[in-house]
């Protein structure tokens, strides 16, 4: 008769790629990409690369597996109708948001998700207070909403060009701490959404510059993907140093407990991918809906009307 061997028994070699991929998911850390508030944030500290030990070909497992757990809580999330998810994707041009939203976007039930990108504002809405356009757009209890790009902006490229001071504005509006005070209105103003159901999470898509100038090339050499590149694009380019100051204050004045920046490495997009999928699935599970559950008169009813379905 055979031994067991010491130590029980070994997996099989069918089990290993199993196994791996398993411990790819539990010890992908977005933890460390997280910023609460807590500790001081310096931008620079943060990778813009994925760690060595990412292997590219795990994305897929991973975000299929997230994929169906996303689904199932969105399910509950819309069902239940108690809280909102609100997803803000900010970043530098060609570090991958659309992209990354249209992974985000697959798997999960359209009916209960809005997308809004936000573009320069019209005349109309630069007549009213900055955080109009984007209250518009807020998701219901029940719902979640993804911004491509937010009202951040109004303290990123309004920082960096001093679009401010074109506001026709009152001049006691008009003081040198606009954005100051919109850092702080902003962190007022998730506070307000946390306090009346609605989660804010923010994703910073953190890219190199040169990973930006490589995509840059790659937009005016292919064809198809010409329409990806204006000129404005690598104007805003020479901006660089004065965007990074700017996410970095910004990032520093409203990363909250309640409303967390996650600073994602951007320079490879598969693991990008897999990060997004990881915090979404991470908040979700955090907020943790359930489905409704029906008082003892809703199943009389639901009783009696099976009683008459089957009668035919
Ligand atoms: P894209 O997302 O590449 O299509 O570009 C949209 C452009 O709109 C970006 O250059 C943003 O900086 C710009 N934008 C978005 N919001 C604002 C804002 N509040 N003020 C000025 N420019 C903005
Ligand atoms: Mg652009």
Redesign the pocket.
Known sequence: MKTKPKGGTRPCRLHKPFIRRRSMVVFMDIQKYKVTGERKFDLKSFDTKPPSSFNPEDTQSIMARNTAELSELQSKLYAQGKSGLLIIFQAM?AAGKDGAIKHVMSGINPQGVHVH?????SPKELSHD?LWRAVKKLPERGKIAIF??SYY??V???KVHK?YEKLNIAERCKAEDTIEKRYRQIKNFEEYLWENGIVTVKIFLHLSKETQRKRFLKRIDEKDKNWKFSD?DLR?RGYWDDYQEAYQSAIEATAAEKSPWYIVPADKKPYTRAVISEILLDVMKELNPAYPSITSEQEDSLAEAKKKLMKG
Do not use: G, I, M, T
């Not at 990108?117 to 504002?121: A, E």
């Open positions: 041009d990108s936000f573009k320069q504002p900055y491509n790009r902006e109004d990123l490229v309004v679009l404005a805003e």
